[in-house]
């Protein structure tokens, strides 16, 4: 565990303000990327629930905006984050097919979108340890 997981897992455990996914893998990050948490809860308000249509998941924008913020924007880097991410997931990066196979499975949404969000974080840590960004 990191602290950005922590702060993560603290999002999601609040029910009002409801922190969508990419707002929970944003906020973890926004002091150490040099932005307020007001200002990463709004940027990324609009593309939690796969940008409001069930399009790209959330908490995988989310580590796309987080890997932008420190600057990581190699097209090498980011085409490895997605296949990491397709690699765990059959494949898939789009939110409505990742809650279809998760219902497949048998699990609830929350649990799901939770591991999702603390997935992308993690990975996002990951890669910004990997390119010098952070030490944590």
């Known amino acids: 565990m990191n602290k950005y997981y922590e702060k993560a897992v603290e999002l999601r ?4 303000p409801h922190y969508n996914c990419a ?13 307020d948490e007001e200002t ?4 990324a308000a609009n593309f939690g629930a796969g ?3 069930a399009a790209t ?3 995988i924008t989310g580590g796309l905006m987080v890997l932008g913020l420190f600057g990581v924007d190699d097209p090498k880097i980011i085409a490895d984050y997605h296949k990491r991410l397709r690699d765990r997931h ?3 990066l789009e ?11 048998g699990r609830e949404k ?21 390119q010098g960004k952070i030490s944590d």
């Open 51 to 53: 940008m409001k249509r």
């Open 110 to 130: 929350k649990p799901h979108c939770d591991d999702m969000v603390y997935e992308c974080v993690n990975l996002a840590a990951e890669i910004l340890k990997e």
């Open 57 to 59: 998941c959330g908490s």
């Open 90 to 92: 059959q494949g898939k």
């Open 95 to 105: 939110c409505a097919d990742l809650l279809r196979i998760n219902k497949e499975e």
């Open 13 to 16: 455990a609040i029910v009002s």
């Open 23 to 35: 707002q929970a893998v944003v906020l973890p990050f926004a002091k150490d990327a040099g932005i």
């Open 40 to 43: 990463a809860y709004q940027i």
